[in-house]
């Protein structure tokens, strides 16, 4: 028999039981998204325009720990969709700017509850366990920019 590495053990790694978790997570997130022919990542990204109305793709690549080559693709169907506009900067033609059309911004009303919805039925965590995860995430997160 192969000999065992107890760091290669998935019952060892920290990563499974965060991509486990998100996967379940985002899963929920569906019944309330496909009616509104959205996807996961489109409706953070308009989260993110709702709070902040106009970002160049790097600022909102930042926000969302996302590369610009995620992000083109799903700005374009955005666009598509009427949700979003996507123009050059007149500083610097390299950079385009995104912005949240009205019928975008209309698209929050219908978004409003999903977070309570969420909430009700995602977590088996208390407000303080909730709350102490999120610390700890965004902990891993923010190590990951120092790199």
């Not at 039981?17 to 996961?40: D, E, F, H, N």
């Not at 977070?115 to 407000?127: M, N, R, T």
Request: charged share 25%; aromatic share 6%.
């Amino acid at each position: 028999m192969a000999q065992k590495y107890e760091q290669l053990l998935l019952k060892n790694q920290l990563c499974f039981p965060l991509y486990a978790c998100s996967r379940k997570i985002v899963g929920s997130y569906t019944p309330y998204l496909k009616p509104l022919g959205l996807t996961y990542t489109q409706y953070v990204v308009l989260m993110v325009l709702w709070e902040h109305e106009n970002l160049n793709v790097g600022q909102l690549g930042s926000i969302l720990h996302l590369d610009a080559g995620t992000l083109t693709p799903l700005l374009k169907r955005l666009e598509k969709m009427g949700y979003v506009t996507r123009q050059r900067s007149r500083e610097d033609e390299r950079i385009t700017i995104i912005s949240i059309t009205p019928e975008g911004d209309a698209l929050k009303e219908q978004c409003k509850d999903i977070p309570a919805k969420l909430a009700e039925g995602v977590s088996p965590l208390g407000d303080e366990d909730a709350r102490e995860l999120y610390r700890l995430l965004h902990l891993l997160l923010e190590g990951e920019q120092d790199r």
